[in-house]
DNA sequence: AGGATAGCCTGCGGGC
DNA sequence: TGCCCGCAGGCTATCC
């Protein structure tokens, strides 16, 4: 499922073909894929970027935004299953195989190709915006700091802020895309394994050198988990098609019952906001953590 | 009012 | 072999 790394592998894949390209013409198979903000509908009738030259691919979080050399723009969310990637030659795309957009683009060197935006679960859609101050304004000003881009130091006092006196879980601070944003599942439980810290921990009880300790670990897999590609567990594909291999590096996610790669205790699970949540109750403790 | 929870949606794997 | 059920979770609305 795509968070931080898979997206921003994503928009670097994307970016050497698309930015500078002019779309030519946008095709929608499925109106309600265009939202408003996530998970609420939108107007359909938006132009999807047809005739509009791409300037450049912003991320923030899990959300990846192309903007147009006019300042408008599509911000697009990839749900738990959504894809954008270029389409093979000489295919035609709606119908049944899940392809809700479609645009097709004239690159840089003059080719015709088609991008496409595929979504079986549809947790994913579209979100025009008409402008910079339209996108910072409606749809990413309740995004927290962004968990790469952000320096350490600002995370830091930010996770500090979401937890004091707060009665949440530390886990579920984390995948709070308003305290900050891009971690998911996936990496909320790899950044608490390597921190020695426990997913259930009273978010009120983070010390601050917990938070420095957690910060420094966010940002070291979240980074690591870019340059491999992001983790493939189902769906994820790049623009190209090409599967990340971060999974083959997991310590916990997807581990339950097995033994700990650390100390070989077995590994515990349990459900945490609805999600699956595993950890090494020996690594991980729920008061103090380790030095 | 902060925090927990339901619901959206489809594919897949395990069990019978 | 084939069907059915449970699980996967990012995000919002709603309830408590």
Redo the contacts with the bound molecule.
């Keep these: ?1 795509p ?1 931080l790394p898979e997206v921003e592998h994503l928009r670097r894949s994307l970016e050497p073909d698309l930015v500078g390209a002019r779309i030519e013409e946008v095709s929608l198979f499925r109106d309600d894929i265009v939202l408003r ?4 509908p939108g107007s359909p009738r938006h132009s999807l970027l047809a005739g509009s030259t791409v300037a450049r691919l912003d991320r923030r ?3 990846l935004a192309i903007v147009a050399e006019d300042g408008q723009g599509l911000v697009i ?1 990839l ?2 299953s959504g894809q954008v990637r270029w389409a093979a030659e000489g295919r035609t795309s709606g119908g049944n195989d ?1 392809v809700h957009a479609c645009w097709r683009v004239r690159d840089g060197r003059g080719l015709i190709r088609r991008l496409e935006f595929r979504d ?4 994913g859609g579209l979100s025009p915006f008409d402008s910079a101050e339209d996108l910072a304004t409606r749809l990413w000003s309740r995004l927290g700091p962004d968990a790469v881009d952000s320096p350490a130091h600002l995370l830091t006092e930010r996770l500090l802020l979401e937890c004091r006196g ?4 530390l886990k ?1 601070v984390l ?1 709070d ?1 308003e305290s900050v944003a891009g971690i ?2 996936i990496y909320a439980d790899e950044a608490l394994f390597a921190s020695g810290l426990h997913p259930f921990l009273l978010a009120r009880r983070l010390t601050r050198s917990h938070a420095e300790r957690l910060v420094q670990h966010i940002q070291r897999i979240l980074v690591e988990a870019v340059h491999a590609g992001g983790s493939t567990l ?1 769906d994820y594909v790049d623009a190209s098609g090409r599967s990340g291999s971060f999974q083959h590096t997991h310590q916990v996610y997807g581990r339950a019952g097995l033994d700990c790669r650390r100390c070989s205790t077995t590994l515990r699970s349990g459900l945490l ?4 949540t595993v950890w090494c109750p020996s690594c991980q403790r729920r008061t103090s953590g380790r030095p």
């Design positions: 499922m968070e903000t996530a998970g609420r979080g899990k959300q969310q749900g738990m899940h079986p679960r549809r947790f707060s009665r949440r879980r579920t995948l895309q998911g599942n189902r906001q609805a999600r699956t």
